[in-house]
């Protein structure tokens, strides 16, 4: 940051507080193996359900519903699930690639004190939703905005998130008894960890790499190279 | 938070930087009227982008791009699919709702210093991309997380962003000559801003109110409520 402000800076928050959002983003990790069996306060968990809720959504629509799951009987089901998609995935990998995905550790549905389920609903705010006309699956965008505030609350909280996408939505719908027109986005592993990885698990474990960011970045039109970020770009610094 | 961290708060944010964490989450608008011409130097655009790319993404396929757009030319085209696209969706409204509907501010594409397209490759990272065997979306849903991530992280610098989905994506594809299998998610206009609004504008409009949280979440299966958290939720305050 410039020394002093300009005027638009004016509205930045403070330097420490915006490190916690900088912090939340880069030290945010998809958590499998690290889950701690301590509750989570109703209280840290209404937080963080809140946080979720005040999520950007098309139109105002706020198409989400948040299905919060202690049962066992439910979650050794959806793990059921998980197991059965996760046969049906490893079938689509040639060694060695096949064992290297069956000795992932890939989900934590029992080990994490509580699962959510997270949902949207494509018939909230009536049949013509502001700014949806265009793109009706904004409905889902808005929910996955609201996804990621939950993870990023959870992160500033110690708590760590695992989303679990090895499962048939459609499965997911009958063990939640979710109806017909609801969309299932995403089940999560949500609980207090051990530790958070200084890197995500599929690029430790040499599954895939980190694409550059100057690479993914175009101006005015697709493909074109955006050269004036390159120094920007490469004076970055302290993110994992 | 209680004064003895329990062991699983052990890697919670400190205090000020938790706070950094809500107050984007709470304090992010959808922002269409309020943009400043200031210009966003460089290392702070790409800091954004850089959250952006930091994003939680299936099977580590961090399937965006970003296309930063400063070109006039293209920023009018893209106004004018806008125009297009607002006209055929005011047609879907009956009075009073329509005129009320015509009366919003819902774009800042001119306005604001400069333009973002963030786009989905479904091909990137070959055909099986682990994680995404059931749930094909799950590559846009990680482009939606890149997408929250950028907008806290603007927030947290006092940058608006404002998602205008009033467009429809193949007339954005055109202008942007973005290829066929490619999907643009969000066109988001970005800038510092004059101030954050309290509210959501469509809130404050008498469009839609928001939702009640508690009536949002569900207990272990759709439909049944959570009645252990109703305190912690009534308990919630100083969010907006």
Not at 84 to 90: F, G, L, P, Q, Y
Not at 172 to 198: N, T
Not at 202 to 207: P, S
Request: hydrophobic share 45%; proline share 7%; with cysteine.
């Amino acid at each position: 940051m410039s020394v002093v402000p300009k005027t638009g800076e004016a509205h930045a928050l403070p330097t420490e507080e915006r490190r916690g959002v900088y912090r939340a983003i880069h030290e945010r990790r998809d958590v499998r193996s690290q889950f701690l069996p301590d509750q989570i306060p109703d209280v840290a968990l209404a937080r963080l359900l809140n946080a979720a809720h005040h999520a950007p959504s098309v139109g105002f629509m706020q198409p989400w519903n948040f299905i919060v799951i202690h049962d066992r009987g439910v979650r050794a089901a959806v793990r059921d699930a998980f197991l059965r998609e996760r046969v049906r995935a490893a079938a689509l990998y040639d060694e060695p690639r096949r064992s290297q995905f069956l000795a992932l550790k890939l989900e934590g549905i029992l080990d994490a004190p509580l699962n959510l389920c997270v949902t949207c609903d494509p018939t909230r705010g009536g049949p013509h939703v502001l700014g949806r006309s265009a793109i009706p699956d904004t409905d889902v965008y808005s929910t996955c905005c609201a996804i990621q505030n939950f993870w990023l609350a959870a992160r500033a909280e110690g708590i760590g998130v695992g989303w679990v996408s090895i499962v048939q939505a459609e499965e997911l719908k009958r063990i939640l008894e979710i109806p017909a027109p609801i969309i299932a986005v995403a089940y999560l592993c949500v609980g207090y960890v051990s530790h958070f990885s200084d890197t995500p698990d599929l690029e430790r474990a040499g599954w895939r790499r980190r694409l550059s960011l100057a690479e993914l970045v175009f101006a005015d039109r697709w493909g074109r190279p955006e050269t004036k970020l390159r120094a920007a770009f490469a004076a970055l610094s302290g993110a994992p």
